[in-house]
Nanobody, 115 residues
Framework: QVQLVESGGGLVQAGESLRLSCVAS????????MAWYRQAPGNQREFVAG???????KYADSVQGRVTVSRNSAGNEMYLGMNSLKADDTAVYYC?????????WGKGTQVNVSS
């Protein structure tokens, strides 16, 4: 059974950086499309960044230029490097993996940015 576990969240001040990690367990977790989403209190979950089997990446306009999504060579760990954090980046950050039978989500990691 595939599971996703996020880590790396925490409390930082505006302007600082964080690096989130997502580890995917399971034999199917190799180089699939993976993505980061986030959900702030009172808001819907929104796309942040994604990485595709061919290595291409995509970013939301709100984070373009401030974040970098990457993964390890085995394709089962994904990272989100975030710089110049803003108070608006405060949210629970979720990892998603696209599998042949459907999407799998992690439970999230909380990021709090104080202004």
């Amino acid at each position: 059974q595939v599971q996703l576990v996020e880590s790396g969240g925490g409390l930082v001040q505006a302007g600082e950086s964080l690096r989130l990690s997502c580890v995917a367990s399971g034999s199917l977790s190799r180089g699939n499309t993976m993505a980061w989403y986030r959900q702030a209190p009172g808001n819907q979950r929104e796309f942040v960044a994604g990485i595709y089997p061919n290595g291409l990446t995509k970013y939301a306009d709100s984070v373009q230029g401030r974040v970098t999504v990457s993964r390890n060579s085995a394709g089962n760990e994904m990272y989100l490097g975030m710089n110049s954090l803003k108070a608006d980046d405060t949210a629970v950050y979720y990892c998603k993996e696209v599998l042949p039978y459907g999407d799998i989500w992690g439970k999230g990691t909380q990021v709090n940015v104080s202004s």
